[in-house]
Structures are given as structure tokens and as C-alpha cells.
């Protein structure tokens, strides 16, 4: 099993009778309860109450500025909100100071944009974290990177620097940085919207194993197609609201409100 595996692995004795996807589902792992954000008079987060369950790919989608981003950052607080709490794992996201950089370990971030670290060579970009932040010893970070490069198909680029690489090998290597923090949820925001259409497919390819593995995640995508496939539950936003919830079958065939209908007819008609 590779650390990639284990570090997403539902845990034993964590279960609870939901089931998703095939998968047992654990105990809720991040929940947000009354989330509301503003940028200025803007009121782009509006009573927000969502909960992920350990093991549970939560995919979301909606219009632009919808939201979806600005949710997927406050969960680890990069966006801080006005109101509400979120918890991860039972913990309550504190506002700063380095407690909020403790549970901020917990949570792996994939951007749109890479954020690579342009001077370091691919190895030291996935060694660089678990060391300075998590302690880790050298050697055991070297072989867990090398073991998650491996994981995402990048495994002979190790040597390089960044800008030698295409941007879907790029982002690939963002992903396994983010998972040798080894974090118990993983955040995506449009992690394929900066890349050319074939190189989409290669990262959409490493976060359905990841699904596969049970590693918990929320994912803000257009690409309705992983949607279908990998998610337990689609989350569809409007205007700062979560419209609706369910299963991607019922979602994709039988959507309940007018926005998603509307949302959807656009999308197939393209």
C-alpha cells in the first residue's frame, strides 16, 4: 500500500451506517454550521450549513460567483468569515496564531494555480512541508515524496524544477505536496481550470484514485464529468446559497429546484 493509501484510509471503528458510493462512510469530519461571508456589501456565503463525512467526496458546483470558491477557502480559513463556526474533525477552526496553523496541517489545499515553489527541484517541493511544519525527519519525508510521486505518475521528474514540467505534471505535484502533509480532508478549487483540455484528464485521472482510496475531499470543479463519477453528494450553490444536495444520479437526472434545472439545461445544450 502506498502512503498515498494509508494516509486515506477510513479509519477502523470510525463507521457509521451511511454508505456512498459502494464505501462505508465515518463520523462527520468537517462541518459548517451558519457560515456567512461578505466582501464589502457583497454577501457572498449566506447561512452556509454543510457537513463531510470521513471518506466522503463532496463535489461542488454552481455558476460563477456562486460562492463555491470562498467556501472551499474558508474551510481552512484562508477566507475568514463573519459568522458561524467550522469544525474539522471536532475542532473548531481558531482565527489565527498556531493553532490555526496546527489544524491547517490537517487540511490539504489544491489551487488553480500550482504555487510550487519555482527554486526548489519536484522532491524538495513535497519534502519541503511535512519537514519545517510536521517535523518530519528528512529521510522518511524523501521516501514518503518519492512514494507519492510515484503515486501521481510523476515519480521520474523528481530531479526537476518546476517550470520544466507541463502544467498537468505540475499540478500533479501539487497534489501529492498537499497529501504528504498526510491531511485528513483534501480542498480542491478548480484544480483543472487552469490546464489544457489533455492535460485535465491526467489530474482528474489521480483525484478519482484518491475518491477510490476513501480519501475525504471537497472538490470545486466544472468538470461535470468527475463529478458524475467520483463524487457521493453534489452540492449545487447559487448566489451565496446551497440550493440543493444529492447523490450525482439524482442531481444530474432528476435536479429538484429551477436554478439547478436552469443550470443544467445550459450545460447540456452546449
Do not use: W, Y
Not at 5 to 10: I, K
Amino acid at each position: 500500500m502506498t502512503d498515498a493509501q494509508q494516509t486515506s484510509t477510513v479509519p477502523a471503528g470510525d463507521t457509521a451506517p451511511d454508505v456512498a458510493g459502494g464505501r462505508t462512510l465515518g463520523a462527520p469530519l468537517v462541518v459548517l454550521k451558519d457560515v456567512n461571508k461578505h466582501f464589502g456589501d457583497l454577501h457572498v456565503l449566506k447561512d452556509i450549513d454543510l457537513t463531510v463525512r470521513r471518506g466522503e467526496v463532496v463535489v461542488v458546483i454552481g455558476p460563477s460567483g456562486s460562492g463555491k470558491s470562498t467556501l472551499c477557502r474558508a474551510i481552512n480559513r484562508l477566507e475568514p468569515i463573519d459568522s458561524g463556526t467550522i469544525t474539522i474533525d471536532g475542532k473548531e477552526l481558531p482565527e489565527e496564531g498556531k493553532d490555526l496553523a496546527r489544524l491547517r496541517a490537517d487540511v490539504g489545499m489544491v489551487f488553480q494555480s500550482f504555487n510550487l515553489f519555482a527554486h526548489k527541484t519536484i522532491l524538495e517541493n513535497v519534502t519541503l512541508g511535512p519537514v519545517k511544519a510536521k517535523g518530519v525527519k528528512p529521510a522518511e519525508a524523501k521516501r514518503r515524496a518519492t512514494a507519492l510521486l510515484e503515486r501521481v505518475g510523476v515519480g521520474n521528474q523528481a530531479a526537476k524544477h518546476p517550470a520544466q514540467l507541463s502544467g498537468g505534471q505540475q499540478q500533479r505535484v501539487a497534489i501529492a505536496r498537499a497529501l504528504a502533509m498526510q491531511p485528513k480532508v483534501m480542498l480542491f478549487d478548480e484544480p483543472t481550470s487552469a490546464l489544457d483540455p489533455e492535460m485535465i484528464t491526467e489530474v482528474l485521472d489521480v483525484m478519482t484514485s484518491l475518491a477510490r482510496d476513501g480519501m475525504t475531499m471537497v472538490v470545486v470543479t466544472h468538470e461535470m464529468g468527475f463529478a458524475r463519477k467520483a463524487a457521493d453528494r453534489v452540492v449545487f450553490m447559487d448566489a451565496g446559497h446551497i440550493v440543493e444536495e444529492a447523490t450525482p444520479e439524482e442531481f444530474f437526472t432528476r435536479p429538484k429546484s429551477d436554478r439547478a434545472k436552469d443550470f443544467l439545461s445550459k450545460l447540456l445544450s452546449h
